[in-house]
């Protein structure tokens, strides 16, 4: 090659390398308390959940984890957890400077904001800082019309449905506030287009006739508003209501055009995670609707992998039709993203391609997708030019299009296209340096000093965490020194091997003597304690981290969390946990050996109020007090049928609250009890006869997937979960049949209180082999498991029918009907075997925590067995 076409390719090189970049579709960055929220290996990877922990061994992963060795200057041979610690020391000393390094090269970015709320992401022009030109906004329609709903029905009950023109109100109050915010942000300069995620919700299928979808709407917008009044639920799954989104949309920016064409209407295609119908993410199916609306930009998004070419295709014989090769980019191999740039510039003209990142909450995803971008782009141009298919000018003009000139112009954006081709390498490394002085960030102060100046007389904070045997361990920290830990950042240290330990520091095969273990207050669980706590003082859950400050998987209240996220994120899927506390209040017989409890209450049965538990009202008023004083009311309390028996019952909150408000209003409960010389105990069966359990309310958002959640996953793991949620031997002294406890078979039925799992109605669900000694994080987070297990297997008919009668009492031929074929375990050995044996269940829970977990269940009930009866259930009933 001469030396003219070697200084050609070096341009076209210098162009590709240094262009500045029009990022045409991303989303924010998180905040820094919620980095933690997302699993860091999915930047390179659709996968969530279970099938995320096999992204390690993708091309993908592989190649972005030798690319993170460069932007984090590790040593080429380090690990992925040397890399990730390395991570970790950035965005603790210098965080900003880390995006800036990613974001190097970006001249603007258009963000689509919708992705997540203000508690989580960072606002869409904090983001300006980091680049020349500021972020303009893409709306996510299908978030403006959720936010309206919600709006308008937050204040609604179901008694207004009985108002036979309050649904049409509804309807005509929406469509004008929908209408209003499309136009304004048409009007508003900060918005560069919009963007429709109906391919996630119904499909790209969408009724291509304005007036055909007005007809289609009114019936399912009616059941869609029901359904969000009685569940407080507004994410839109109707197809006919998620079209008409889209229609009007369309007919609103058609009727707003700028010189001909109106702002862009950008749709998700093709790729995304396990939430989406593949099939359905075609994008031919908008061929009639693209026909329909010439004179609004139509943005097929994410290449549409695998559909390329068929948007190609549309973006060809459409004037109107633009596509996006983002996403690809570090989703996919090298050899996948050079496939998808060539089978892009098969047909489509480079004038109607255009790039983005698709960057989301980490400013990496924006570096590798960038990084890898101009990669590929220049290995397929080079080779195109070598082939004499362009010409090296033709290569540089293309380049400069694709990477800038094409969104300038379709986003009006009139940015000028300034930088150097030659020379000077403008992509050169942003250098850390450590800063020692900068405290670290970890906290959100903001909500540390709110509840300072809510509570400003506190001088002492109990530092809680609940271990693997259900045992309340806790530091307690003077105030100033709680302070000090917050604002710079600090962790409280303790032994690894105290998260192996029993309820009385035994040590068990699980005690691990070497490393530490960091303790994090959750500054979102900070609460004043009670008046008649000794210190004036606060309480706060915390979680564990490692020595470098990341999650420990294993800790419960983490554990929990993760398999949350995965739930939101994958499914689409939140829950409601509202739980009964049942407590047994008993008083102390210390010089009576062979009766060393009584009853509070002897008097007694289900929802009674005798004159003895009338006397008993001032002492359970004040519990009912103490708990409203700190920020957690009851619904109700009432006499249960044991001897000395109550129940407290909490409102419904999302799982994590839920667990942390059930442990905080047990220890109210038992401190109250304590200030009256009383033992109020969560055991199971203080005495012989009636039972104490520990009920959970489970509510379902979309309850459409209650079946595969319910049946499908928690019910076909049951006798697993049972090793979690009656973890003690004397806990199956309840799981017998004709008692109302839930009975010795598995099964379930629409308010059968003879099964383990009572359907309550639609989308709400009772579990009932639960009792007061479980770790309700490990509970929790064994339930919610095995409810995506269920989701990911999918399907709704099961054998497992909706049982209308006592199990107990049916026929073999009977049970085998109703697809009653597996007993719950009769004790805790058989349920430990059970779960051992799940593979699946311990697969989706943490790493090692089942077998943590039963090593030191073994050692603790040989311990128990080794005592006296009359010993143990006084050491249970004191523990629990």
Excluded at 196 to 222: H, K, M, S, W
Excluded at 252 to 257: F, Y
Excluded at 350 to 375: C, M, V
Aim: with cysteine; glycine share 6%.
């Amino acid at each position: 090659m001469d030396s003219t076409n070697h200084a050609s390719l070096d341009r076209l090189k210098a162009v590709i390398k240094n262009c500045p970049i029009i990022d045409n579709h991303a989303h924010n960055l998180l905040l820094p308390t919620n980095l933690e929220s997302y699993p860091f290996e999915a930047i390179a990877s659709e996968a969530q959940g279970r099938a995320l922990r096999d992204t390690f061994k993708s091309l993908s992963h592989l190649r972005a984890e030798r690319q993170l060795r460069e932007l984090y200057e590790c040593p080429n041979d380090a690990s992925w957890d040397s890399i990730l610690q390395k991570r970790a020391e950035w965005l603790r000393r210098d965080p900003e400077n880390l995006i800036q390094k990613c974001l190097h090269g970006t001249h603007c970015i258009l963000m689509d904001d919708g992705l997540g709320g203000a508690e989580k992401m960072q606002m869409f022009d904090w983001h300006d800082k980091f680049t020349p030109a500021p972020t303009k906004r893409i709306v996510r329609v299908e978030t403006v019309a959720e936010g309206l709903m919600e709006d308008i029905l937050r204040k609604a009950t179901e008694e207004d449905l009985e108002d036979e023109k309050y649904l049409s109100d509804i309807w005509l109050s929406f469509t004008e506030d929908f209408e209003r915010e499309i136009i304004g942000a048409i009007q508003d300069v900060d918005v560069a287009g919009f963007k429709t995620i109906v391919c996630y919700r119904t499909g790209l299928d969408v009724e291509p006739e304005y007036n055909e979808a007005l007809l289609q709407v009114g019936t399912p917008f009616e059941h869609y508003v029901t359904r969000a009044i009685k569940k407080r639920k507004y994410r839109i799954e109707r197809k006919a209501v998620n079209d008409y989104l889209v229609l009007k949309t369309l007919e609103i920016l058609a009727d707003s055009p700028r010189g001909g064409m109106s702002k862009p209407l950008q749709f998700h295609t093709g790729l995304g995670d396990a939430d989406i119908n593949l099939l359905q993410s075609n994008p031919a199916y908008l061929q009639p609707l693209i026909e329909n609306y010439g004179n609004v930009p139509f943005v097929l998004l994410h290449s549409s992998y695998p559909y390329t070419r068929e948007a190609g295709y549309l973006a060809t014989v459409f004037k109107h039709v633009y596509l996006d090769i983002g996403e690809v980019f570090p989703m996919l191999s090298r050899d996948g993203q050079t496939s998808v740039l060539r089978q892009s510039l098969e047909l489509v003209p480079g004038s109607k391609i255009l790039y983005s990142t698709d960057g989301h909450w980490f400013p990496e995803t924006y570096w590798l997708a960038n990084k890898q971008f101009r990669e590929v782009l220049q290995e397929v141009l080079v080779e195109y030019v070598g082939k004499e298919d362009l010409t090296a000018a033709q290569a540089v003009s293309l380049s400069k299009d694709i990477l800038f000139n094409n969104a300038n112009v379709l986003y009006d954006l009139r940015y000028p296209l300034e930088f150097k081709e030659m020379g000077e390498n403008i992509q050169k490394a942003l250098t850390w340096h450590p800063k020692p002085q900068s405290p670290t960030q970890v906290y959100d102060v903001q909500v540390f000093e709110k509840s300072k100046t809510e509570n400003p007389s506190i001088e002492f904070v109990y530092v809680e965490w609940l271990d693997y045997m259900a045992t309340m361990r806790v530091r307690i920290v003077p105030f100033a020194e709680f302070e000090r830990l917050i604002k710079t950042g600090s962790r409280i240290g303790i032994s690894q091997g105290n998260t192996g330990t029993l309820q009385n520091d035994g040590t068990t095969p699980a005690v691990n003597t070497t490393g530490q273990v960091y303790i994090e207050p959750d500054l979102t669980t900070l609460r004043r304690t009670h008046k008649k706590d000794p210190l004036v003082s606060a309480t706060v859950l915390a979680f564990w981290r490692n020595e470098e400050g990341r999650p420990i998987e294993g800790c419960p209240r983490k554990g929990l969390q993760i398999l949350l996220d995965d739930l939101s994120t994958t499914h689409s899927t939140s829950l409601l946990v509202g739980f009964e506390i049942e407590v047994t209040f008993l008083s102390r017989n210390p010089n009576d050996q062979t009766n060393p409890y009584s009853a509070l209450t002897k008097t007694h049965a289900w929802g009674t109020l005798t004159p003895e538990q009338w006397l008993q009202l001032p002492f359970l008023a004040e519990i009912a007090t103490s708990l409203a004083d700190i920020g957690i009311p009851i619904q109700q309390f009432h006499a249960e049928s044991g001897a000395g028996q109550y129940e407290f019952v909490l409102p419904p909150l999302p799982p994590l609250a839920a667990v942390d408000t059930l442990v905080q209003a047990r220890q109210v409960i038992a401190q109250i009890a304590a200030t009256h010389n009383l033992r109020a105990t969560l055991h199971p069966q203080p005495f012989s006869g009636i039972g104490t359990a520990a009920h959970a309310h489970i509510s379902l958002n979309s309850p459409d997937k209650e079946l595969a959640f319910f049946v499908g996953g928690v019910l076909k793991h049951l006798g697993a979960i049972c090793a979690f949620s009656l973890p003690e031997a004397v806990s199956y002294d309840r799981v017998v049949d004709d008692s109302w406890t839930g009975g010795t078979w598995i099964a379930w039925g629409t308010q059968n209180r003879e099964t383990p799992l009572r359907r309550v109605n639609r989308g709400r669900w009772e579990v009932r082999c639960l009792d007061g000694m479980a770790n309700m994080y490990l509970a929790m987070a064994a339930i919610v498991g095995a409810g995506l297990l269920g989701l990911k297997a999918g399907g709704e008919d099961f054998m497992e029918k909706d049982t209308p009668y006592n199990p107990s009492r049916m026929s073999p031929e009977e049970k085998k009907d109703y697809g009653i074929e597996r007993r719950m375990p009769a004790d805790i050995g058989s349920a430990l075997e059970a779960l051992e044996k799940d593979s699946d269940l311990k697969e989706i829970l943490a790493e090692g925590l089942v077998s943590d977990f039963v090593a030191m269940k073994k050692v603790e009930q040989k311990m128990l067995a080794d005592m006296p009866e009359q010993e143990r259930r006084v050491w249970l009933i004191e523990r629990y």
